[in-house]
């Protein structure tokens, strides 16, 4: 298994950017790739940017140019630049690893922007 541990979050006004940071333990040598997705209140969650080990990004359409994903192999630690922030991207961000045999998920960031 992975343990990831999010942090960063916090409440930001509309237009405001954060970084979030997801620090990686474990059996890291078996990740493929990483993740940061989002849920707002009542809703499904979304992905909102992916990386793989060779460092090929997938964003979400709404947060293309805005959001920019990053890793620190030597530290095992995954980000998320987020700027421009909306108060519809309000919501718990999580950090997802895919690794051989199945994923594993931190238990979240509180990421409040406010209009």
């Known amino acids: 298994q992975v343990q990831l541990v999010e942090s960063g979050g916090g409440l930001v006004q509309a237009g405001g950017s954060l970084r979030l940071s997801c620090s990686v333990s474990g059996r890291t040598f078996s990740i493929a790739a990483m993740g940061w997705y989002r849920q707002a209140p009542g809703k499904q969650r979304e992905l909102v940017a992916t990386?793989?080990?060779?460092?090929?990004?997938n964003y979400a359409a709404s947060v293309q140019g805005r959001f920019t994903i990053s890793r620190d192999n030597a530290r095992n630690i995954l980000y998320l630049q987020m700027n421009d922030l909306k108060p519809e991207e309000t919501g718990v961000y999580y950090c997802k690893a895919d690794r051989w045999g199945g994923s594993d998920w931190g238990q979240g960031t509180q990421v409040t922007v406010s209009s």
């Open positions: 990386i793989t080990n060779g460092g090929s990004t």
